[in-house]
């Protein structure tokens, strides 16, 4: 383990340059303009992986993005370990809200700007660089397969085809995802839980074109004000959310369980400082923590509609739309909610409008075990770099194929992430840490260690 931690500290100079290169392909899943940039950034992942050791590498096609797949097999009687990460990021808009151009990564303070340094390039850019170190210093204590897709952001439907169509070669005994944060470096942290997510659009009609606010306006309905009053009504004055059946599988969380959330280190102050909010907002009964971990959720993410250009438009407008999604824990489902969020929103329009309501892509909520081989490893991998253990701690975030490893591949995940929520993740000046990317790299070959001890 000497040599291999040496040849890290040795190669850090490139290790960082190698990242800010693949930093500079814009790979917006979301955006079928950079459709040969997301290649590009698949051939590049592809031609790393080969550089640094691994067998039978191949960009495999899928009908939206393509998957990096590679892989060592040294000896099959070591324990096989599963990398997933995502090579794809999201858009970077606004533009004008970022110090430095998102794709032209720059080093300042100690970190990484650019879209995609910490979610999920730079984190994926960890394990290659740490399987480089561990393959030319003979210290390679498992079996490894990489799968680096390039739809996470978009929902990764295809990858879940994949995993059905590949099962015998995505064998394992378990994924380890490098894909979530940490407290902070001082208190380093486990992520054992991922929300699920139901994504739905709305529109709401009104008349059948756009009208003269004032001929019109008072006598007709405007599908906005309307809009804003069904959305506005879909939390009580609890925060508890008021779609019919909501909450009527959520798995109750035991008091031991919440008892040991309580003592999780967060400062409310320090919440509020770094957000520039003067009060804290949830469902009641709920603390801050248990409202992002253990409690499903639901958000408008856009909404619009009628006239928002320079100047003033005297209009009532025809339609008005929103985006919303709904944060799921055990035991709701995607495909469930998003039904009983039809059914719901259908009943509380009133006749004045017609609505029209229908599903994006969902996932489904998980939480991974903590008697796990695998998670003592990386708890122990991490306690070695970085002096102590970490924290079982449940994320408020979504990774929609994790499920999916456990359902089609009978697979456990480890979230072994070494981000932070500072990271300013799917926001302008998204950053990653120097500290937090060498950190990751020196961790991970101790993973591989470790689970080999542990495993069986
Ligand atoms: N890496 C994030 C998820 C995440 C971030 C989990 C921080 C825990 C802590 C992932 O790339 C992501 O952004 N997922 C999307 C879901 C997807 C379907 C768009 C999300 O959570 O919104
Ligand atoms: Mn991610
Ligand atoms: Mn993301």
């Known amino acids: 383990m000497q040599a291999v931690q040496s040849y890290i500290t040795e190669n850090k100079d490139r290790f960082l340059e190698e990242l800010l290169a693949v930093l500079r392909i814009p790979s917006i899943s979301a955006d079928s303009n950079y459709k040969a940039d997301v290649l590009r950034t698949a051939e590049f992942i592809r031609d790393r992986l080969k550089e640094a050791g691994a067998d039978n590498v191949e960009v495999c096609p899928t009908k939206g993005h393509p998957i990096v797949y590679g892989e060592k097999i040294i000896n099959a009687s070591l324990p096989t370990i599963l990398v997933y990460g995502h090579y794809d990021v999201q858009p970077a808009d606004p533009l004008d809200l970022w110090d430095s151009p998102p794709f032209e990564p720059v080093v300042k303070d100690g970190k990484i700007f650019a879209r995609g340094a910490c979610d999920d390039k730079g984190q994926v850019y960890m394990h290659i660089k740490a399987f480089e170190a561990m393959i030319k210093n003979g210290g390679l204590a498992c079996n490894v397969k990489f799968m680096i897709e390039g739809e996470e952001e978009v929902g990764s439907s295809n990858l879940g085809i994949f995993l059905e169509q590949n099962k015998e070669k995505l064998k394992a005994d378990v994924v380890l995802v490098s894909d979530t944060s940490m407290i902070s470096m001082d208190i380093p942290s486990i992520d054992v839980g991922l929300r699920g997510l ?172 903590t008697d796990s081989a695998a998670y003592k490893a990386a708890a122990k991998a991490i306690e070695t770099t970085f002096g102590k253990s970490p924290i079982p701690t449940r994320g408020g975030g979504s990774i929609p194929i994790v499920a999916l490893f456990e359902k089609t591949l009978g697979l456990k995940t480890v979230l072994m992430g070494f981000g932070l929520d500072s990271d300013a993740i799917h926001s302008p000046n998204e950053h990653y840490g120097l500290v937090n990317y060498f950190k990751g790299i020196e961790t991970i070959p101790y993973f591989y260690k470790y689970f080999a001890e542990y495993h069986q």
Do not use: C
């Open 198 to 369: 139901a994504y739905m659009e709305v529109e709401v009609t009104g008349p059948n074109r756009d009208l003269h606010s004032g001929v019109y306006g008072g006598a007709v309905a405007n599908p906005l004000t309307i809009l804003s009053k069904m959305i506005a009504s879909l939390h009580d004055e609890n925060n508890h959310i008021t779609v019919k059946g909501f909450y009527d599988s959520v798995a109750t969380v035991s008091a031991e369980d919440r008892a040991a959330m309580a003592k999780t280190p967060f400062d409310i102050e320090e919440y509020k400082k770094d957000l520039e909010i003067n009060d804290i907002w949830g469902e009641k009964g709920y603390t801050t923590l248990e409202r992002t971990g253990i409690r499903p959720t639901l958000e408008v993410n856009g909404m619009w509609g009628g006239y928002i250009g320079e100047g003033a438009k005297t209009v009532l407008p025809s339609k008005a739309f929103a985006k919303i999604s709904m944060r799921l824990v055990p035991n709701q489902t995607s495909h469930e909610i998003a039904e009983l969020f039809t059914k719901h929103f259908e009943s509380i329009a009133p006749a004045s409008v017609k609505v029209k309501v229908t599903e994006h892509h969902g996932g489904e909520p998980v939480v991974t075990p």
